[in-house]
């Protein structure tokens, strides 16, 4: 088994930004700039979400996902918004590979099966963005972690890929942008009841954290702030040129990473690598 | 006498944009072809694919294309066949029922195994997985010239190909432990089973020699 190290960019308007728990965005820089600097650091996927298109019903993600796949030769997932196989087809034809499905998959299940149908399983992803419950069961939540369902989320894992769903995309909101390590039991739960390969989401804050998702069985690692934040530094000279909707003056101002400690995606996979985790390395 | 000009075999299934532009940082002249009159002013021709085999046929069956491409692979002009482009070089595919693929290598398409020595092993393959020269079989003289033994490479597919003679046989790559044919290289012919366009630079190398290899073709003909 060969495991993914993939960066997650979430996608608001023009920028890259990053929140905790899916909320509290801040900008962070032009995601085609992180893009392409993860490519050469040999990240294996990239992975858009467009964190407000749900919301507000928009698709604005067409022209960055365009740009950024033009010089980017490893899979790009895009997700965020896309409610019809019409939607779908239109991310895969602006230089999508493979597209995340949430909330529309929930509302209709039948567009996973539909979809999966039309374009191939292995270009359909099911998002799902999970909350533990206080009884202890993991909960799906649809538009960025704010709206209830009632849906098992280790139950709809399994539907999602009876309907034809190629991987799972299994965010833990809980764990998202706190640094505080990957929800390893959902995890487990959910990789005991599908064959598709799971994504893990949310959490990642150091090393040993890709390092115990690895060795739960984990397919792929999302990644984001660890990776994000030390790029930042990197982007600060070239980044202040820019004044688009969105939070920038965390960028000019300090900065606290909580329990994040940044590293380089290639230094992330040498670790792996070190720990005899088998990844694409070197690049 | 003119730059080769290469169709990208399309038959409605699939995302061309990334070849596309693979074609476009190599050097290749490429366009989308959809019809076989398309397909009569190229030189050569990449034949991708994502989708089911048995709908990908008769895609190419309705429109004529398959029939184009016979007859351009057998005249020598240079194909390269990726992902389900490989599969539908093969004679048939049991993905679905039986059906009849384009025949150009004799050979078959069959499912990967789940089990494999009594380990679970996840279908679909996903990922990056490495690519290996059969023993005492250079890569110096096919597309995968320049490309190191046991590079990584993106995978994505849930069948294979087993060619009826080893011979054409220029990778092999595990599923767990399952060696399979990852690609072959027969005359004007390759194919490979990962996406070189979403595989890195080392993937890029593959266009690139696919670049050369088109060329020198297109001198020897002109």
Known sequence: ?283 | MSKARIAIVDYGMGNLFSVQRACDVSGIDAFVARGPDELERADGFILPGIGAFGTAMRELNESGMSTSLIQAARSGKPLLGICLGLQLLMTESHEFGRHLGLDLIPGSVRRLPELVDGERVKVPQVGWRQVHAPSAKPWAQSLLQGVANGTFMYFVHSYYVEPMTKDCVVAVTSHGGYEYCSAIARDNIFACQFHPERSGGEGLRIYANFAAFVEQRNIGRG
Not at chain 1, 4 to 15: A, E, S, T, Y
Not at chain 1, 113 to 138: D, L
Request: aromatic letters at 6%; glycine letters at 10%.
């Open chain 1, 1 to 283: 088994m060969t495991i993914r190290v993939i960066p997650r960019l979430d996608i608001k308007g023009p920028n890259l930004v990053k929140g905790i728990h899916l909320e509290g965005l801040r900008v962070l820089g032009k995601p085609e700039w992180f893009a392409r600097r993860y490519y050469e650091q040999g990240a294996d996927e990239l992975l858009y979400m467009d964190v407000v298109a749900s919301l507000y019903g928009r698709n604005s993600l067409l022209e960055i996902v365009t740009r950024t796949a033009k010089d980017i030769f490893i899979p790009l997932t895009v997700g965020g918004g896309l409610r019809s196989t019409d939607d779908i087809k239109a991310i895969l034809r602006a230089g999508a590979d493979k597209v995340a499905l949430n909330t529309a998959a929930i509302r209709e299940p039948e567009l996973v099966r539909s979809a999966s149908r039309q374009f191939g399983s292995s270009t359909i992803v099911v998002s799902i963005e999970a909350i533990r419950q206080p009884n202890g069961v993991y909960e799906a939540y649809t538009d960025n972690g704010r709206e209830r369902t009632g849906i098992d989320a280790v139950e709809w894992a399994s539907e999602a890929a009876k309907l034809g769903a190629g991987e799972i995309l299994l965010t833990s909101v809980d764990r998202e942008g706190t640094g505080s390590g990957f929800e390893l039991e959902l995890l487990h739960q959910v990789a005991a009841v599908t064959d598709v390969p799971v994504i893990v989401c949310g959490g990642a804050g150091r090393v040993e954290h890709a390092l115990a998702a690895a060795a739960a069985g984990a397919d792929a690692l999302a990644l984001a702030s660890i990776l994000h934040y030390q790029l930042l530094d990197e982007l600060k000279l070239a980044q202040l040129a820019f004044h688009e909707e969105g939070n920038v003056e965390y960028l000019r101002g300090g900065r606290s990473f909580g329990k994040v400690q940044p590293t380089a995606l290639s230094k992330l996979k040498a670790y792996l690598v070190d720990n005899g985790v088998c990844c694409r390395f070197p690049v």
